[in-house]
């Protein structure tokens, strides 16, 4: 059906012309991110007001988290939005091995991302405190957490797995879609006038990134470490 | 409105009902008028399970003792009918049946701005009906639609995970509508269709999109939070573990009470349209009609904490509520005369969408006025959690949302299908919804006043007689309900032929042949006129 009206490449039929595409497209996705704004919304508020019924268990499974890999993550994460920043820019010019770089780029650094939050999870399991499957801490990390009480301690991991899961989940989205850009600048179907696909994948996963900057500070460094 | 001359359309012609046949041509098809008929046939799937219920529950009421029913089927009852009227019916009701159809068309679009989207929204609404289905077979839910922790996350012992996971995912559906919207009014318009030349429907759908895609994704975390509580055993909701349920609550109707609005807007669009062209006039007060929707978009975010009053919220958030809430009265109020100031010296025609606009006006005023006494602290706290609550928000969600959908439905039926309804038996069914609607209701409104409360399976003996007045009410609303539904299929195949525009109605989705064809217009209209220029038509054009 997407054929009737005879067009430039990548012109869908409901439109009268690419510049009208491209700014529906923009928007669409804009307005999706104000969607997803309200979704983390939700969570942000209950771990805000949970934060602020129980800090002294909130503060102390804060410090059970390794600030390192965190760090490393953050600036990984922020690296993966410079390359997707340029692999946008090469599109606009008309570059598509520089496209495809930025973009292969951009899913090894979401790829570290999410390999070293796979290696907090495991810690976590490690140490037992996985809350509703494994809430059993041990050792040093007990009293750490008793003294707030253990299930105001496994709220706090809990909002801990939700918050990076949920976030994990959309780094996980944003590769699946990254690698179908790779496939189609591959095939060519990328130019100057046409490159609304990785303009909008790219606010996507500034959007992530953004989130990302948000859950370091709040789950990480305002535990009352320094 | 449009420049192009129309010249007579024969009956031949291809349009998007006749371009294609086959399951594949309407599974796979992302011609937004072939997906809001999708729509309109799981809707209505769905209107009548949920109405199902309502029967089985008026005539469980019949008797003090309960005439039907154990206690436990009761709760699980006015569950399912709760859950699968709002989510599965009203919810998408309008915006995702004449929504999907006419915005293309009213704004002089091919389609909308993203047609697989609305395609995969369809999808998305299905998947989450199947799930609810599913756990209805397997024995419901009794949380009340409300799914109040900790009943819900600890407590309950029925099939509360499906369903929840069902009106999350529909979530997404109802989402993904109104971003397609927004974007679709933003970006689609015809040359010419300014933002005060577009027809007031879309100010209404423009609104309930906005409140759509605000609020959706906070019930959809909510929900997704309740799951994990109740599956992991994991204190969010539960107090025992250190959860607050205030928190479910605050949150549940940061989301539940805009959606009031989600279900009230869009039928307030299809009254403007209805009035406008059964008066021969255009709106009273066009802008401040169109602004109207846009201010109940914006109140309706301001006011959950009216659902809290006896549950603990402090009072001085009540007071602020309390407030908030009665400053919606103002842009409802401002519609409901402009409305009225539409009539007068109007050339009013009584067919079958006027009778329901008309009826709106009223049921909706009652329903709005009522709403004024639970807006009150003090009035709040003997009404609320009795029948008056249940009686004030059916007469917005029946007597305005399913009558502007029913309305809207007769009044863009030709438009959808090219065949007249029978008219005769259109007005009846009107009538016939009108008087059982009323019958059903407004005892409920004295049950309530007397302090039934709402919920119970038993009650006293000497609310017997308006129980059963109710319930008989409610077996004539059923057959009301009926008779649409035969002869609006019987019309598909035998209703007279009804030709682009057999109201004389203004508005660019008139000026195509009806059923439209595959891309609605010939060539892409460019307007020049407002939207409801009647009064420049002379009488014999019509």
Known sequence: MSDVHAGPAGLAHQFEDLEQQHETDTLGIWVFLVTEIMFFGGLFTAYAIYRWFYLPSFEAGSRILNITLGATNTAVLIGSSLTMALSVRSAQLGKRKALIVFLILTMILGGVFLGIKGVEYHDKFVEHIVPGIDFAPQGEVLQHLAPGGLNHAQMYFFFYFAMTGLHALHMIVGMGLLLVLVLRARRGDFSPHYFAPVEVTGLYWHFVDIVWIFLFPLLYLIGGRY | ?542
């Not at chain 2, 979530?171 to 933002?195: E, Q, Y």
Request: hydrophobic share 50%; proline share 6%.
């Open chain 2, 1 to 542: 409105m449009s420049s192009a001359t129309l010249e007579p359309r024969t009956d031949a012609r291809v349009n998007y009902l006749n371009a294609d046949y086959g399951w594949k041509s309407w599974l796979f098809t992302i011609d937004h008028k072939r997906i809001a008929l999708l729509y309109l046939a799981s809707i209505t799937f769905y209107f009548f399970i949920g109405g199902a219920f309502a029967v089985l529950m008026r005539i469980h009421l019949i008797d003090p003792q309960g005439a039907l029913v154990q206690p436990e089927t009761y709760n699980k009852l006015f569950t399912m009918h709760g859950i699968i009227m709002i989510f599965f019916f009203l919810i998408p009701s309008i915006p995702a049946v004449l929504g999907n159809f006419l915005v293309p068309m009213m704004i002089g679009a091919r389609d909308l701005a993203f047609p697989r989207l609305n395609l995969l929204s369809w999808y998305i609404y299905m998947i989450g009906g199947a799930f609810t289905l599913y756990s209805l077979i397997h024995g419901g839910v009794d949380t009340g639609w409300t799914f109040y922790a900790p009943y819900s996350d600890t407590y309950s012992n029925t099939n509360v995970v499906p369903v929840a996971l069902g009106v999350f995912i529909t979530g997404f559906s109802s989402i993904l509508t109104g971003l397609n919207f927004i974007v679709t009014i933003h970006k689609m318009r015809a040359p010419g269709m300014t933002w005060f030349r577009m027809p007031l429907f879309l100010w209404s759908l423009y609104a309930t999109s906005v409140i759509m895609v605000l609020g959706t994704p906070v019930l959809a975390i909510t929900i997704f939070l309740l799951g994990l509580e109740r599956i992991f055993h994991v204190g969010i909701f539960s107090p025992a573990l250190g959860g607050d349920p205030l928190l479910f609550q605050h949150l549940f109707w940061f989301y539940s009470h805009p959606a009031v609005y989600i279900m009230i807007l869009p039928a307030m669009g299809v009254i403007s349209e209805v009035i406008a062209c059964f008066s021969r006039k255009r709106i009273f007060g066009y802008k401040i009609v169109g602004f109207s929707s846009v201010a109940i978009a914006v109140l309706s975010f301001l006011v959950w904490g009216h659902h809290m009053f006896v549950t603990g919220q402090s009072v001085y958030a009540g007071l602020i509520f309390s407030v908030l809430s009665f400053l919606v009265a103002i842009p409802s109020a401002i519609k409901v005369f402009n409305w009225t100031a539409t009539l007068y010296k109007g050339s009013i025609s009584y067919d079958a969408p006027m009778l329901y606009a008309l009826g709106f006006i009223g049921l909706f005023t009652m329903g709005g006025l009522t709403g004024l006494f639970l807006a009150s602290l003090a009035t709040d706290v003997h009404l609320n959690g009795t029948y008056f609550i249940v009686a004030h928000f059916h007469y917005i969600m029946v007597g305005g949302a399913v009558m502007g959908y029913l309305g809207g439905i007769h009044f863009w039926w030709p438009k959808i299908t090219g065949r007249m309804y029978p008219d005769g038996w259109a007005r009846l069914a009107a009538a016939i919804i009108f008087i059982g609607f009323n019958l059903t209701f407004f005892p409920q409104f004295m049950l309530g006043y007397l302090g039934m409360p709402r919920r119970y399976a038993f009650y006293p003996a000497e609310f017997q007689v308006l129980n059963v007045m109710s319930s008989a009410g409610a077996s004539i609303l059923g057959i009301g309900y009926l008779i649409p539904l035969i002869y609006l299929i019987w019309s598909m195949r035998y209703g007279p032929v009804a030709g682009p525009n057999p109201w004389g109605a203004k508005g660019l989705e008139w000026q195509t042949p009806s059923p439209p064809p595959t891309e609605n217009f010939d060539e892409i209209p460019i307007v020049t006129e407002e939207a409801y220029a009647y009064a420049k038509e002379e009488p014999s054009g019509v």
